[in-house]
Structures are given as C-alpha cells and as structure tokens.
T-cell receptor, first 112, second 113 residues
Framework: GQQVMQIPQYQHVQEGEDFTTYCNSS?????IQWYKQRPGGHPVFLIQ?????EVKKQKRLTFQFGEAKKNSSLHITATQTTDVGTYFC????????????FGKGTKLSVIP | NAGVTQTPKFRVLKTGQSMTLLCAQD?????MYWYRQDPGMGLRLIHY???????AKGEVPDGYNVSRLKKQNFLLGLESAAPSQTSVYFC????????????FGDGTRLSIL
C-alpha cells in the first residue's frame, strides 16, 4: 500500500527557534492529515489538507500541501515548550477510504 | 462528552494468557479502528470496522481478533499473548463521511512477560 515517509525522526530545538517536519510520498495523495501526540498522550487531529498547493495556518503552525500533492509540511514558528510531542502525518489511500496510513512521526523536543 | 474510552489503561500478562481490550465511543461513529504503537514504528492498524457486525484486517492483524457486536463498542482480543505483543494499543473512531479525522482513546499499555 501507499507509504508516507516523514523526516526528521527527531528534532531538538531551543525555545523560540522554528521547527519543520516533512511528509513525502512517491504517489499522489488524495489528502493529508496531521496529528499531534503529547508525551504519554494519544494522537489528536490538527488539520486536513485536500487541495493542491493548499496552505493553512493555526496560530504559530503553518501547514502546506505540495503542488503535486506528493508532499506536505508542518512549520512551527517560535517554538514553545507546549509544542513538545510527536507530530504525525497520515493519508487516506484513496477516495472514500476508511483507512489512514500514518508516517512514523517526528518527535520534537524544546529546550527551555 | 466522553468521546472514545478504552479499558483497561494498563495490564501485565504472562505469555499464553488471553485478554480483551474494550473500546467504547459515544459519538455515533460508524468506523472504528485498533492500532498498536511501538517505538520508532508509528501507528500500525491491526483491525478495523466500518459498521456494526463487520470487521476487516489491517496491516498487522496476526495474533488478534476483534468483534463489533454493538455500534458503540469495538473489542480487541488476544487469544494467546506473546511478548511481541507488548505495546501501547489505541482505539479510534470516525464518522462515515469521506476523509474524516479519527478520534483516539487514551490508550492501553500492555506488557507481556
């Protein structure tokens, strides 16, 4: 089945620095979802991107979907300690598909 | 609103023992899922259900069985637990409209000795 490759696996940043995680696929994605999992917690849905070239913002978080719909990114401006956690991208394998395939996640550590 | 509730939260089993993990959702969602999460492996789908009385295999179904006798409940069974099944198990649910987000429970941390 389709796979989404997520990089980097780990990222350590100083508080106030920016952070970006990337999600790449060898095939065209129908959509991409992003989730955040706090340490010891469960994944929580952040956003969904559907359209080619789409950009969405949530406060300091900016989500992008590539023009070819084969990649996506999550950028956090001026990280805070509350941003600590693992960020996952996930994709549905086709129109109307029930299943999500998750990337392996990027674990973000923020040094105060 | 409770959302998705998983029981138990923690469990330690001996190899060969059996147990059932319970997932309950109060959002009237059609779709329900069981995942396992292991370090560095992300979330892997074990089994899923698209409605009451239906189940299907995911990416890593071996060693697990599931049942969806009621719409709000999705049970995950381990008939003969093995150490390789030590993991954190998450249940999730979603509505049956296309490309909907999944809502996760708090997880069950299972150790097999």
């Amino acid at each position: 089945g389709q796979q989404v490759m997520q990089i980097p696996q780990y990222q350590h940043v100083q508080e106030g620095e920016d952070f970006t995680t990337y999600c790449n696929s060898s095939t065209t994605l129908s959509n991409i979802q992003w989730y955040k999992q706090r340490p010891g917690g469960h994944p929580v849905f952040l956003i969904q991107l559907v359209k080619s070239g789409e950009v969405k913002k949530q406060k300091r978080l900016t989500f992008q979907f590539g023009e070819a719909k084969k990649n996506s990114s999550l950028h956090i401006t001026a990280t805070q300690t509350t941003d600590v956690g693992t960020y996952f991208c996930a994709e549905h394998s086709g129109a109307g598909s029930y299943q999500l395939t998750f990337g392996k996640g990027t674990k973000l550590s923020v040094i105060p | 609103n409770a959302g998705v509730t998983q029981t138990p939260k923690f469990r330690v089993l001996k190899t060969g023992q059996s147990m059932t993990l319970l997932c309950a959702q109060d959002m009237n969602h059609e779709y329900m899922y069981w995942y396992r999460q292991d370090p560095g492996m992300g979330l892997r789908l074990i089994h899923y259900s698209v409605g009451e009385g239906t189940t299907a295999k995911g990416e890593v179904p071996d060693g697990y069985n599931v049942s969806r006798l009621k719409k709000q409940n999705f049970l995950l069974g381990l008939e003969s637990a093995a150490p390789s099944q030590t993991s954190v198990y998450f249940c999730a649910s979603s509505s049956n409209r296309a490309h909907q987000p999944q809502h996760f429970g708090d997880g069950t941390r299972l150790s097999i000795l």
